[in-house]
């Protein structure tokens, strides 16, 4: 069973940088794309950003297009870089993860899910 477990979030100010980590254990055999998604109160899951386990394919919600990078190491674990951050940014991140992905920017087609990080920005 593959567990999740995300950490690294917090407060920050409108233009800081933060970074979050997601720590994968248990059959990282079955992690083939790991992803970002983030909710703020009272709106859906959003996609944040996504990558393969290879790191040759990324991809990007166009939200954080251009301020955040996603990164993954050996262990399949990954991590979110997160820079120029704005209030609209505030949101649980969740890190998620599966094996055969048809959509990457689907929330549904994830399997496995970390219990989130919460993240502040302030104006």
């Known amino acids: 069973q593959v567990s999740l477990i995300e950490s690294g979030g917090g407060l920050a100010q409108a233009g800081d940088s933060m970074r979050i980590s997601c720590k994968v254990s248990?059959?990282?055999?079955?992690?083939?794309?790991m992803a970002w998604f983030r909710q703020a109160p009272g709106k859906e899951r959003e996609f944040v950003a996504a990558?393969?386990?290879?790191?040759?394919?990324t991809y990007y919600g166009d939200a954080v297009k251009g301020r955040f990078t996603i990164t993954r190491d050996s262990a399949k674990n990954t991590a979110l870089q997160m820079n120029t951050l704005k209030p609209e940014d505030t949101a649980v991140y969740f890190c998620?993860?599966?094996?055969?992905?048809?959509?990457?920017?689907?929330?549904?087609?994830?399997?496995?899910w970390g219990q989130g990080t919460q993240v502040t920005v302030s104006s």
């Open positions: 998620a993860a599966d094996q055969n992905i048809n959509t990457y920017n689907d929330p549904h087609d994830y399997n496995y």
């Open positions: 248990g059959g990282t055999g079955l992690v083939w794309y």
């Open positions: 990558v393969h386990w290879s790191g040759r394919r």
